[in-house]
């Protein structure tokens, strides 16, 4: 039986991390799709990163899948650069491996979004 740990050590063992200057940096840049995975509720108190998508961590996989055609996001297209964030990193650890799971190969866990707040990374509500 599999435990929130061995998820999680998967995870992080499948999808790179990248800290949040580098990220801010990439932002800036306009490279990649800046997707926070965390609820409407979490984001809605907190504010998120200025152009991000938001797609829930629940729903990342109907998002993600065009043969979902009521739920698909177009977005998602598996030669674009995600990088993913949430309120500490586990929840786009996880996402980022469902993600990779689905054929998406270039998948970034940028962490926490205090983290890019106290870095200076834009944000809005």
């Not at 929130?4 to 200057?21: E, I, L």
């Not at 799971?101 to 983290?115: K, L, Q, S």
Request: net charge negative.
């Amino acid at each position: 039986m599999k435990t929130a740990k061995d998820y999680m050590d998967a995870a992080n063992a499948d999808v790179p991390k990248m800290d949040a200057p580098a990220a801010i940096a990439r932002h800036a840049a306009g490279q990649g799709v800046f997707i926070d995975v965390r609820d409407s509720a979490a984001i809605a108190e907190s504010g998120t990163i200025a152009g991000a998508h938001r797609v829930p961590r629940g729903m990342i996989e109907f998002r993600a899948d065009p043969a979902v055609e009521a739920m698909y996001n177009p977005v998602f297209d598996k030669n674009a650069e995600y990088y993913l964030i949430c309120g500490a990193g586990g929840q786009a650890a996880l996402a980022g491996k469902t993600l990779k799971d689905m054929g998406f190969a270039n998948v970034t866990n940028i962490g926490g979004f205090n983290a890019w707040k106290q870095a200076g990374g834009p944000t809005e509500s």
